[in-house]
T-cell receptor
């Protein structure tokens, strides 16, 4: 058990809908990262938050947004969903500098139909 | 930009065979390097890491050495087991606290 909790584990929704994925980081970790894993693109970094502030952006679509709350949990919001958004979405957390280890949750499998 | 290239899979081996999965990277500066493993239906687990040139990371019989001159971090294991069947990802982190950049992953299948 990595200590990172993601909910829900599975999500099936229709095109055009909006969903929210939730991540609780390991106790004490200030950084949260979101990744998308798909068969064709592999593991793509989406966005990072550190102690409530956006720290870095990767290949995140404008239809996607995220936030980190004062209790450090994070939510990834995906809207106007398309079939191509079907993927595994992972959250990872780390303590930040000088630590380099990131711990991953078990992921949320999103299926858009 | 920074990137990681791994050998294409799948890699299929018999139990007790020697394993090598090649990984090379492109990055400015001195990134930290990692191998993560993903078992079926699970998240990624850190397998080993190295934070500077010539460091050797090791765990559970797996080893990888950070070679700056060849920009490589190849994963090796002397004798694989069926339980090692998984997807292996090479990754780099440009500096502590930044996002990991992953290779595309290599699927390893070990048969008895």
């Amino acid at each position: 058990d990595s200590g990172v909790t993601q909910t829900p584990k599975h999500l099936i929704t229709a095109t055009g809908q909006r969903v929210t994925l939730r991540c609780s980081p390991r106790s004490g970790d200030l950084s949260v990262y979101w990744y998308q894993q798909s068969l064709d693109q592999g593991l793509q970094f989406l966005i990072q938050y550190y102690n409530g502030e956006e720290r870095a952006k990767g290949n995140i679509l404008e239809r996607f947004s995220a936030q980190q709350f004062p209790d450090l949990h994070s939510e990834l919001n995906l809207s106007s969903l398309e079939l191509g958004d079907s993927a595994l979405y992972f959250c990872a957390s780390s303590a930040g500098q000088p630590n380099t280890e990131a711990f991953f949750g078990q992921g949320t499998r999103l299926t858009v139909v | 930009g920074d990137s990681v290239t791994q050998m294409e899979g799948p890699v299929t081996l018999s139990e007790e065979a020697f394993l090598t999965i090649n990984c090379t990277y492109t990055a400015t500066g001195y990134p930290s390097l990692f191998w993560y493993v993903q078992y079926p239906g699970e998240g990624l687990q850190l397998l080993l890491k190295a934070t500077k040139a010539d460091d050797k990371g090791s765990n559970k019989g797996f080893e990888a050495t950070y070679r700056k001159e060849t920009t490589s971090f190849h994963l090796e294991k002397g004798s694989v087991q069926v339980s090692d069947s998984a997807v292996y990802f090479c990754a780099l982190m440009r500096q502590a606290g930044t996002a990991l950049i992953f290779g595309k992953g290599t699927t390893l299948s070990v048969s008895s």
